[in-house]
Every structure is written in C-alpha cells, then in structure tokens.
C-alpha cells in the first residue's frame, strides 16, 4: 500500500470482517519488510505508527487506547502511562529488542500482559559487532583513516599509530550471557591467554572450553587487557562503570560497551580517556541515544562511537521483524510465544 507522506497512523485492516470483529494491534514503528508482509497477511486490525522515527509519546496513547496486542521497539518507554491508556484488553507486548528496560514490567506482570522479545535471535551479530568495535578501536582504525585523508601519512614509522594485540592478553566479559558468549568464543582463536567474566553462564560447558574466571567486578577492571561489556541493564548494572572502576583499569586497556549506554558513567569515562587513565574505549550505546554531537566524547581520537548497530545487518533485522509478529500473534491466540520472556 501506498505510504503517507508525513508520520502517522495507519488505518490498516480496519474494516470489519463480518459480525466478528477482530482484535486490534497497534505497531510503534515501520517494520523490516519480512515482518511488515507477515504483518499485512494476518487477521487483525492494524494500526501502525507509519514512520521511521520514534512515535511521539501523544500519539502513543491515543494508537494504543482500546489495543489487543502492540508491537513495539526499544526507543519507546511502555510504563504505566502508556499500560493505563491501552485498558483492560491488551494481552500482549512483544517488543522489536533484546533487551527489555525501556518495558514497566512491575506494572507489565501485575496485569497478566505477555511479553515476547527477541532473546536468543540478535546473539551472533551482536557478538560480531562487539568484536569489529574491540579491533577498531584497539588497531585506532579511524585515526589511521583520518590521517590517510588528511596527508598525515608521511612515512613509515616505527611506532607511529601503534595499538593494542589480543594475541596473549587478558579478555575481560562483563555479562557472560548468550551475547558476552558469543564474543568469547569469537575471540579465542585470536589468541586471548586468558578469560574473565563476571554474571552467571548459561553454558557451563562453554565456559570450560573457554577455561573462563568467574571474578569480582574490581577484579575484571584490574586484570583485564580489554573490557568487554555485554550485561543487561538493572538498577544493579546502571552506572557500574564508573571512575573507581575505570582507575582500576590498566592504563593500557580498552573498554567496549555494546550493552546499555547507562550502564557507563559517560563523564567518568571521558575523564579517564582524556586523562589517559585507560587507552582507549568503543561504545556502540550511549545516553542519551543520539549522543549529542557537541559531546565531549566525540572530540577525544581515542574514543569510537557507532549508533547502536549491534543488530544491524539485512538477515537479523527481517528475522527479528518475523519473531516479533510472531510473539504477537501467538500471544494472541494463546499459545506458546517463540520469543516469550518470564515474569
């Protein structure tokens, strides 16, 4: 069908079907178009947020007033607010993300709402991503980029542009989740000598193949070559990497977040790279998410931010599109959600 011309909601499917009327679903964004032709085939009534950027939160009330079922993504914050406009008929959130924090899920729970993400899908790109962000960083890839462009390369030097090896070091994994996982086991055959971690495994095996240490947090901070954070965020997670954690740090190390961005004191970190308390560090998250562009973090050559594309990649997104219509339907229909979360 042919879209507005300006953002707004989608009258899809509205029509009524005979004397049943079928329930209603509302959609907080454009969705990949595997999902969105999943979406389109079903026997629902439709109501989407017919944009690329995130839906006002105005227009968030009034879409999900009356709703069944939303599908909604990790730039919109579902709280009481939102869970009061909906009424007592919403069965279903199933959220377009791994992570679940932007979800109020006291209030979620309290109202028997199911909740479906995308738990186990987004694990290897992530995971690869968090490794082309620690090998960026760690090799000053942009800076060596920068200086190719800017006439900088002169000659060859010695130690002109030198970084860091993973060959022999210490690898550090806050969060040895299916993605801190992941990550590990990518980089192994790098060399890494030695892995720490921090949280509880879900694959014990694993992590003796990885002959991995469970540590203390001051314990990953103090011995660890490259940080690599990948732990969800909690009220016990939110600001963990903070100035005593980063003066724990070897002046040589490198820090990577592709978690949360509040799980990092952002001036905490921006000290410690100003000050060269720690090398180097790769961020894939920030707070807030666009980083301002006037950010103090965006002005140090030793700091590597990307807009949050751990997921990114054509196959991921379209399959994590088709799982999240596929929680919302199931959910409906009372079965099993493929992507259903305990609360």
């Given at each position: 069908p042919t879209r507005p011309q300006s953002p707004g909601v989608s009258m899809k499917n509205q029509a009524m079907d005979g004397p049943k009327q079928r329930m209603k679903v509302f959609v907080?964004?454009?969705?990949?178009?595997?999902?969105?032709?999943?979406?389109?085939?079903?026997?629902?009534?439709?109501?989407?947020?017919?944009?690329?950027?995130?839906?006002?939160?105005?227009?968030?009330?009034?879409?999900?007033?009356?709703?069944?079922?939303?599908?909604?993504?990790?730039?919109?914050?579902?709280?009481?607010?939102?869970?009061?406009?909906?009424?007592?008929?919403?069965?279903?959130?199933?959220?377009?993300?791994?992570?679940?924090?932007?979800?109020?899920?006291?209030?979620?729970?309290?109202?028997?709402?199911?909740?479906?993400?995308?738990?186990?899908?987004?694990?290897?790109?992530?995971?690869?991503?968090?490794?082309?962000?620690?090998?960026?960083?760690?090799?000053?890839?942009?800076?060596?980029?920068?200086?190719?462009?800017?006439?900088?390369?002169?000659?060859?030097?010695?130690?002109?542009?030198?970084?860091?090896?993973?060959?022999?070091?210490?690898?550090?994994?806050?969060?040895?989740?299916?993605?801190?996982?992941?990550?590990?086991?990518?980089l192994k055959p790098f060399g890494v000598k030695r892995f720490l971690y921090t949280g509880i495994p879900p694959c014990l095996k694993s992590v003796e193949e990885l002959k991995a240490e469970l540590v203390s947090t001051e314990k990953l901070a103090e011995e660890s070559d490259f940080v690599l954070v990948s732990?969800?965020?909690?009220?016990?997670?939110?600001?963990?990497?903070?100035?005593?954690?980063?003066?724990?740090?070897?002046?040589?190390?490198?820090?990577i977040n592709t978690s949360r961005g509040p799980v990092v004191n952002q001036e905490d970190l921006y000290q410690a790279l100003v000050t060269g308390q720690i090398a180097a560090a790769g961020l894939d998250v920030t707070t807030p998410e666009p980083i301002p562009t006037d950010h103090p973090l965006l002005t140090l050559k030793n700091c590597v931010i990307l807009p949050h594309i751990g997921s990114a990649t054509h196959g991921a997104r379209n399959a994590m599109s088709v799982l999240a219509v596929n929680n919302l339907l199931k959910g409906l229909a009372g079965e099993v959600m493929p992507g259903g979360i305990e609360l």
């Amino acid at each position: 069908p042919t879209r507005p011309q300006s953002p707004g909601v989608s009258m899809k499917n509205q029509a009524m079907d005979g004397p049943k009327q079928r329930m209603k679903v509302f959609v907080t964004r454009r969705l990949p178009p595997e999902g969105q032709k999943l979406l389109s085939k079903s026997d629902l009534d439709v109501q989407q947020w017919d944009s690329d950027d995130v839906i006002p939160k105005e227009e968030l009330l009034k879409g999900i007033e009356g709703a069944d079922g939303l599908l909604c993504l990790l730039t919109d914050t579902i709280d009481k607010e939102v869970v009061d406009a909906a009424g007592p008929k919403l069965k279903v959130i199933s959220t377009l993300s791994v992570g679940f924090d932007h979800l109020a899920l006291d209030e979620i729970k309290q109202r028997g709402i199911k909740v479906g993400s995308m738990q186990h899908l987004s694990t290897d790109v992530t995971a690869e991503l968090a490794v082309t962000l620690l090998l960026t960083t760690c090799r000053r890839v942009p800076e060596a980029m920068e200086e190719v462009r800017n006439g900088g390369w002169k000659t060859w030097s010695p130690m002109w542009l030198c970084g860091y090896g993973l060959s022999d070091s210490t690898v550090g994994v806050m969060g040895l989740g299916r993605i801190g996982l992941g990550i590990a086991q990518r980089l192994k055959p790098f060399g890494v000598k030695r892995f720490l971690y921090t949280g509880i495994p879900p694959c014990l095996k694993s992590v003796e193949e990885l002959k991995a240490e469970l540590v203390s947090t001051e314990k990953l901070a103090e011995e660890s070559d490259f940080v690599l954070v990948s732990c969800p965020l909690t009220p016990e997670t939110a600001g963990l990497c903070n100035k005593d954690f980063f003066q724990r740090m070897k002046k040589t190390a490198v820090f990577i977040n592709t978690s949360r961005g509040p799980v990092v004191n952002q001036e905490d970190l921006y000290q410690a790279l100003v000050t060269g308390q720690i090398a180097a560090a790769g961020l894939d998250v920030t707070t807030p998410e666009p980083i301002p562009t006037d950010h103090p973090l965006l002005t140090l050559k030793n700091c590597v931010i990307l807009p949050h594309i751990g997921s990114a990649t054509h196959g991921a997104r379209n399959a994590m599109s088709v799982l999240a219509v596929n929680n919302l339907l199931k959910g409906l229909a009372g079965e099993v959600m493929p992507g259903g979360i305990e609360l």
